[in-house]
């Protein structure tokens, strides 16, 4: 189900050639998502990089934090290592032209081995890549779907930087679910980013307001599960861009203010046979339509959800989404079309699919699709059965368990998952848990506004 404007090695060649294209960006996903690599003129591309040789970068990229920060702990990269090289190979069948950047193509790249050309297995990208090869094994594939909610305001990155991100101005005045007028004014930077995502291989279906003063949502078409997170990581690096692009600036924080609604992440997923035309969700006579396979994948995805919170909600900032009555789910429980829960049953016949509500919009999807495989796959495995459809308030109701509320209770099951060794192996999971930490570590070394204002005299 590739994109239709994913482009072969041999056009991208005749339009270097041609003088279409001058510069590629060869790219591949780090530990937040973001793409990381090298813009190559298009001559060395066709002389050295476009074969399995690729470009060699530092592999302290898959052991820093957000800000590129060094982060202490990790065994795959570290100074006693002497922080080497990778070696980033560009996966041929995700070509595309990125229209808003003049005469330039992007490829997405696998990480390997400088020596031995072996796959990083901490890098997030063979993480996902590891789970779809135990679906195949199991004789499934898996379709994914996300979506992606931001803030679009008025001020540039640059203007929101010199602010301190504080004080801006929402790109409406009224919340624009829905809403027609509204959206029609912020038009000229949503339109070029649904046209150019649709150029660029990222096919969209359509966009909306959502349920703030400057939120939206563009809705991706859902593919497999590679294809789909390397669609959201060059959609938001690309939402981004074209947003600079018009003076404006977006973010897909979690929760950019505690008064405001926080941006989800949906994550929907089903079943397929191994030729990905086929649904196995689908089941006309039984409860509520679930096929056994859909029932147990959900009974696994319900029985990880806590152990592997961190998963879907990766920053400190990522918990304080869990708001009761946000539209953010506080309770691990399923319901069929209830969006009070943490999953909901959505769509009908062979669309029926499991709607995970727990990521927000800061989520790494190469390392959520690979833990809604793996813990699907679980469920399939040892045919966990998710119990009765929740009806009614799931925020109020007691007995459900409930969402992780900080990183320290996330990391703190992910740490005792022996279910996440298994199924990740000792080393991934080591090297997510110390990114974790880190992320901890990194805020507790700093002094927050809020505790200035509250200690800073009064105590």
Same mark, same amino acid.
Request: with cysteine; charged share 25%; net charge negative.
């Given at each position: 189900?590739?994109?239709?404007? =994913?482009?072969?090695?041999?056009?991208?060649?005749?339009?270097?050639?041609?003088?279409?294209?001058?510069?590629?960006?060869?790219?591949?996903?780090?530990? *937040?998502?973001?793409?990381?690599?090298?813009?190559?003129?298009?001559?060395?591309?066709?002389?050295?990089?476009?074969?399995?040789?690729?470009?060699?970068?530092?592999?302290? %990229?898959?052991?820093?934090?957000?800000?590129?920060?060094?982060?202490? /702990?990790?065994?795959?990269?570290?100074?006693?290592?002497?922080?080497?090289?990778?070696? $980033?190979?560009?996966?041929?069948?995700?070509?595309?032209?990125?229209?808003?950047?003049?005469?330039?193509?992007?490829?997405?790249?696998?990480?390997?081995?400088?020596?031995?050309?072996?796959?990083?297995?901490?890098?997030?990208? *063979?993480?996902?890549?590891? *789970?779809?090869?135990? $679906?195949?094994?199991?004789?499934? !594939?898996?379709?994914? #779907?996300?979506? +992606?909610?931001?803030? %679009?305001?008025?001020?540039?990155?640059?203007?929101?930087?010199?602010?301190?991100?504080?004080?801006?101005?929402?790109?409406?005045?009224? =919340?624009?679910?829905? &809403?027609?007028?509204?959206? !029609?004014?912020?038009?000229?930077?949503?339109? @070029? =980013?649904?046209?150019?995502?649709?150029?660029?291989?990222?096919?969209?279906?359509?966009?909306? /307001?959502?349920?703030?003063?400057? *939120?939206?949502?563009?809705? +991706?078409?859902?593919?497999?599960? +590679?294809?789909?997170?390397?669609?959201?990581?060059?959609?938001?690096?690309?939402?981004?861009?074209?947003?600079?692009?018009? #003076?404006?600036?977006?973010?897909?924080?979690?929760?950019?203010?505690?008064?405001?609604?926080? !941006?989800?992440?949906? =994550?929907?997923?089903?079943?397929?046979?191994?030729?990905?035309?086929?649904?196995?969700?689908?089941?006309? #006579?039984?409860?509520?339509?679930?096929?056994?396979?859909?029932?147990?994948?959900?009974? #696994?995805?319900?029985?990880?959800?806590?152990?592997?919170?961190?998963?879907?909600?990766? &920053?400190?900032?990522?918990?304080?989404?869990?708001?009761?009555?946000?539209?953010?789910?506080?309770?691990?429980?399923?319901?069929?079309?209830?969006?009070?829960? /943490?999953?909901?049953?959505?769509?009908?016949?062979?669309?029926?699919?499991?709607?995970?509500?727990?990521?927000? @919009?800061?989520?790494?999807?190469?390392?959520?699709? @690979? $833990?809604?495989?793996?813990?699907?796959?679980?469920?399939?495995?040892?045919?966990?059965?998710?119990?009765?459809?929740?009806?009614?308030?799931?925020?109020?109701?007691?007995?459900?368990?409930?969402?992780?509320?900080?990183?320290?209770?996330?990391?703190?099951?992910?740490?005792?998952?022996?279910?996440?060794?298994? +199924?990740?192996?000792?080393?991934? &999971? &080591?090297?997510?848990?110390?990114?974790?930490?880190?992320?901890?570590? $990194?805020?507790? @070394?700093?002094?927050?506004?809020?505790?200035?204002?509250?200690?800073?005299?009064?105590?």
């Amino acid at each position: 189900m590739a994109g239709r404007r =994913i482009i072969t090695p041999e056009d991208l060649a005749t339009r270097i050639d041609a003088g279409e294209i001058d510069t590629v960006l060869a790219a591949f996903p780090d530990l *937040q998502g973001r793409l990381m690599g090298k813009r190559v003129t298009g001559h060395h591309w066709l002389e050295h990089v476009a074969g399995p040789e690729g470009f060699e970068a530092c592999n302290y %990229l898959l052991a820093v934090d957000v800000d590129m920060a060094m982060v202490a /702990g990790y065994r795959y990269a570290n100074w006693d290592r002497g922080y080497g090289d990778l070696r $980033a190979v560009p996966d041929l069948t995700t070509i595309r032209i990125v229209p808003w950047l003049d005469k330039t193509a992007l490829v997405v790249c696998d990480v390997v081995d400088v020596d031995t050309a072996e796959p990083i297995e901490v890098a997030p990208r *063979q993480i996902l890549r590891r *789970q779809v090869e135990r $679906a195949a094994a199991a004789g499934y !594939s898996v379709m994914c #779907g996300s979506e +992606l909610e931001f803030f %679009l305001f008025r001020e540039s990155f640059e203007e929101a930087f010199a602010k301190g991100y504080r004080d801006l101005t929402p790109h409406a005045n009224y =919340i624009e679910d829905y &809403h027609i007028l509204q959206t !029609s004014k912020d038009e000229y930077v949503i339109r @070029a =980013i649904r046209n150019g995502m649709d150029a660029a291989g990222v096919p969209v279906e359509s966009s909306k /307001g959502e349920a703030e003063w400057g *939120q939206h949502e563009i809705n +991706l078409r859902y593919a497999d599960a +590679l294809e789909m997170a390397d669609r959201n990581a060059i959609y938001k690096n690309g939402a981004k861009e074209i947003a600079h692009l018009h #003076g404006r600036a977006i973010t897909f924080m979690a929760k950019y203010d505690m008064a405001k609604v926080g !941006s989800s992440g949906h =994550i929907h997923s089903s079943v397929w046979d191994p030729s990905g035309e086929h649904s196995l969700m689908h089941d006309p #006579g039984a409860t509520h339509e679930l096929s056994d396979v859909a029932r147990w994948w959900l009974g #696994g995805l319900i029985a990880t959800a806590r152990p592997w919170a961190w998963l879907f909600a990766h &920053h400190v900032n990522s918990y304080k989404r869990y708001q009761p009555e946000s539209w953010a789910p506080t309770a691990v429980a399923w319901g069929v079309d209830n969006r009070t829960c /943490g999953f909901r049953k959505v769509g009908h016949g062979a669309g029926t699919r499991i709607e995970d509500r727990i990521p927000g @919009a800061d989520v790494n999807t190469y390392l959520a699709f @690979a $833990a809604t495989i793996a813990g699907g796959l679980h469920g399939i495995e040892h045919r966990i059965e998710p119990g009765d459809p929740f009806e009614g308030n799931a925020y109020a109701a007691a007995g459900l368990e409930r969402v992780p509320s900080t990183l320290v209770e996330a990391i703190e099951l992910l740490e005792t998952s022996d279910v996440a060794v298994a +199924l990740f192996g000792e080393e991934v &999971h &080591h090297h997510l848990l110390t990114t974790a930490r880190h992320e901890w570590a $990194a805020f507790n @070394a700093t002094v927050t506004d809020w505790e200035l204002r509250r200690n800073f005299e009064r105590i």
